[in-house]
């Protein structure tokens, strides 16, 4: 699918750590009852993961689950099969009061690399990085806007926001990384 | 700049993640209902020096609504509670009268 | 004059010289100076004016309470005003320039105002510029604007950046004097995450330059291992050059770095604005040396006792070769010592005590220094500096005893606590009367999220000021085990308060007592606005200005308020102090902004196509956060232009207006359409799958709020499309509903507004243009009116809608926002045979009101309903209850006499400006023209070639035909016709094709 492109195109910047837009990630909001047993069946089938906890995501290689409130989650696969799991949760959650978006082109999705990725996210986000829990997924804001973020790796975050701010994130995030802007130098 | 825990994911929600909604627990006047009831439902409301009752979303974060009993005055924070009831919880009420002894209660 | 020594200076490396600048002129430090302790080595003893009077003004201290020396810093992009010598690390090249003077600071004609003091005093500007009026403009304005203001505005753009970082730790000890260092030490060793802060780039405070023991090390021995033990543990964070400017609700504590202040241009951010959240706060921001109020004490060469051996000790600089003490307490005897032990000569030490035989005087006296007990200063002698004080009797009038030749005066009038941040958030202070002093109640602290108390004063800014009981009170305070560190410091005898010098000076001397040198306030001034009635404290600081300027009145405001409570006959607790306020210094704008400048400013939302329209000539405007184009411009031509070619095109062929920022939400749910009833004021349950319609939604109190059109994509699934501004909101309303009132409905919503780009694609040609794409029957069988179809046009997976804002022949297509660039260049390309061109916005809003379409935001304003808008068509009459239903009982709602919409065409073809009121016979009580009814959209119509507009008027809809009149600019009217709204294609054939 040549015709769909990613916000800013793949754009990244080098600072003390890298900033970069990650391309395209099919993303699936699902709203229902996250401790049916429909749901762990769909969200297996989705994603082969558990239903992730309050505040968790599940990850499985390039497909994930991430648990964005009581009643939702957000299930993360490659971007090309995203309407076919649109239709296998559809499938799975039928005969019970739910509700399946794909919202993979509504959001754009950046990653933040190195050993100081959270001093730069620190600078946007009201969030204690020493108490994030390992497998957190944090819903907060990043500067002026909704921004949510986990850490994909070692020394690695992956933010995602709406895809209209797209611009605007990475400005934050270049500006935020600048060599020079370390909170704490060594 | 208050903290508030959000009771639907128990994130320590800075207040710039919430938005604030105004007072809690009020009853919806629709049609047939007397001038009276309607005018108390649209524009009358608590303006207590004291404990208060009130509303605030999780903006920035599980988008769920929530209540919180919080004192006007000195800002402590008594609870956080669902947004799914039509009255205070009890054992905050006990809580509040214990930490407030003058306090009306609600009503 | 003042001089650097030969040797000594704990913080300067004299292997590093610095040169600078000062009007000019170059100068020359060292690393680790200051900048006041560099001007002072340099003998630059004046470095401004004061605000007022423009009098001489030199270096009063050495710290953030500095009134005085404040110097523009720097050049073009790095310009910044008011910078406080006293705090400002100095860097090679820096240039630096003195303030409020003209033509010279030498040399200052302003300075004439200080000829005439008895003529300006308190309250001066408010009794003196009110009448005539005309010499407002031609007088006083001219002569105000040529003195008042402190520092010039820079005019370049910042060169710099800055930053925000947000931090969490259980404990944040403010100020890393030995109070800070004792208390990190046993709150580290707890296992706590501590912060330990301090203003300036250095540790140890007072203690290092006072020279006591602690733990039988020398002071600095002692800090310098403190330090070391705490960098080791790794739940503690040290930060130098880090003033906490404001303590706020919940433990929000605003701390100001100042990283690169002192090495400009080398890459890093230059300010960072830490918002912290701290469990608990220790102010250990010790205390503030309060100045003697004797006539002269603005000279330049008076200065705080403190000041004085912080200069000798830490920089190596001498104020004067020749210094005269003058004091109420012990301590400043220690400034004589340090000045002796540099080999400067102290002719005399004048304390104001009867008797002053404690082991400081003692040991001064051990030195061959006179100590004259008893005695105070009747007047400074000296202009542009000191050159000697006359002495006199304290409990006397200011009888001259004798003279003594200076160049130096060192004043103490005893030690004020820092109490701003214990009190920023409400904490209490209570007044000692031994000690002469306001210090934090602990009883009445700050009180955080638990109710418990979120901040503890410590060590001197808890009233204690020496340092055996200083470390004792940090250790303790934070829990410390064991003993606390021990100090072995001298003993001293009590302080006797003096506010004014000599107690019974009279008007002469009293007119040239500074209590404020930066706002130039005077003894005289606060005895003027007590005689005046000013007597609560908060009045007289605002009529004379006392502790309003930069520095807020750190070294004045005790001074003051003990003058106040002396004229007012009542002692200092009862008349109390001012209100403290953050910041505790001025913090940068800079700072304050963080990253919000600049490209991200604030947040900019783009459409997927946004970036073809940048290069297509897009003009645009902004709607919420989004920028859409208002038109597209071609090469020459104008914006009304523009927007006249982009009608035509699609009244005559077709055009693309990009949508994508419409708000699309979608509701789902066996109880959705009960929902949407609510939510709507038409039925929206009944909506046919397949089928699109149009919607209003009001608020409670019955006020149209938004509208939009409601698709019906399966049984229990409807998509909303809401106005572009609306979107989050409306959702958000939703939820809110959907939550806290009918929590047991079973619906659930998404906001896919950003999943789709929605291109209209409007005019005769459309169906022609999309049929070129292929994959869709688009005819109007097979899509008729109002109803939609999913399908693949093109190639690209869409949901067509046949709907119209236009009034013709129009499809709204939603694509996945990822394809939609190529989307619509697809659209761009299919359908250039039709001279396609995109349209904005106004083209959009000219073309929906030729066919009399609302819009949300114009016709609609807060408090218009849909009646007011001949909607009722739109409002379910089946329906039990709506949001709003109940409001629009009310009787107001129902009257007939509320402004309704019309059309409004022109007598003369021309405009009627917006917003314009049609006025009715008589007038109101106010002596206006009563009115009958308002502009709400205007604009000229290119396909009906004249001016056409909206509006509403009172029984609007019953006067068909009637003339209104509105009274525009330069008393000329604009005569209107009432005529239907609809101006074009009444019966709706354009767009049923
Ligand atoms: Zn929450």
Redesign the pocket.
Known sequence: MSKAVSALGGVSHTGFVDVAEAGLRGMITVRGDLASAKMKKAVKAATGTAVPAARRIELNGDKGAAWMSPDELLILVPYDEAVATVEVLEKALAGEHHLVADVSDARSVFTVKGAKASEALMKLCPVDFETLAEGEIRRTRAAQVAAAFWESGADEFTLVSFRSVAGYVMGLLEVSARKGGEVFPA | MLILE?P??G?KADETELQAGGEAHLKRYGPGSTDEEFDGYMFSRKNPKGVHFERWR?AY??G?WFLAARCTATLEVFGTYPAQTSAPPADLQAKIKQKRPNWEGYK | MSTRLQKGGRLIDRSRAMSFTFNGRKMQGYAGDTLASALLGADQMLVGRSFKYHRPRGIMSSGAEEPNALVGLGEGGRFEPNQRTTTTELFDGAVTASQNHWPSLEFDVGAINDKFYRFLPAGFYYKTFMFPRFAWKHVFEPFIRQSAGLGKVPHARDEDRYEYAYAFADLVIVGGGIAGLAAALAAGKQGKRVWLIEQTAHWGGRAVVDGVQIQGQEADEWVTETLQALEGMENVTLRARTMASGLYDHGYLLMYERIADHTPGDGRPRHRLWRMRAGHIVTATGAIERPLSFAGNDIPGVMLASAVRDYVVNWAVSPGDRTVIVTNNDDAYRTALALLDAGLAVPAVIDARPEAKGDLPEAVRARGVKVLEGKGIAKVKGGKRVTGVSVCLQAGEGAELETIDCDAVAMSGGWSPVVHLWSHCGGKLNWDDKQAMFRPDPNRPATGADGEAMVTAIGSANGHLTAADVLDDAHKAVGGKGAAPGAVCATEAPIMPVWIMPQGAGPALRFKMWLDPQNDVKVSDIQLAAREGYESVEHAKRYTTLGMATDQGKISNINGLAVLSDALNQAIPATGTTTFRPPYTPISMGAIAGEARGEIFQPLRKTPMHDWHEVHGAHWEPVGHWRRAYCFLRTGEGVHDAVNREIRQVRNSVGLLDASTLGKILVKGPDAGKFLDMLYTNMMSTLPVGKCRYGLMCNENGFLSDDGVVVRLSEDTWLCHTTTGGADRIHGWMEDWLQCEWWDWKVYTANVTEQYAQVAIAGPNARKLLDKLGGMDLSKEALPFMEWREGTLGGFRARVHRISFSGELSFEVAVPASEGRAFWEALIAAGEEFGVMPYGTEAMHIMRAEKGFIMIGDETDGTVIPQDLNLQWAISKKKEDYLGKRAHERSFMASPERWKLVGLETLDGGLIPDGAYAVADGHNANGQRNVQGRVTSTYYSPTLDKGIAMGLVKHGPDRMGEVIDFPVDDGKVVKARIVDPVFYDKDGEKQNV
């Open positions: 959000c639907c994911c994130v999780h974060g599980c769920k």
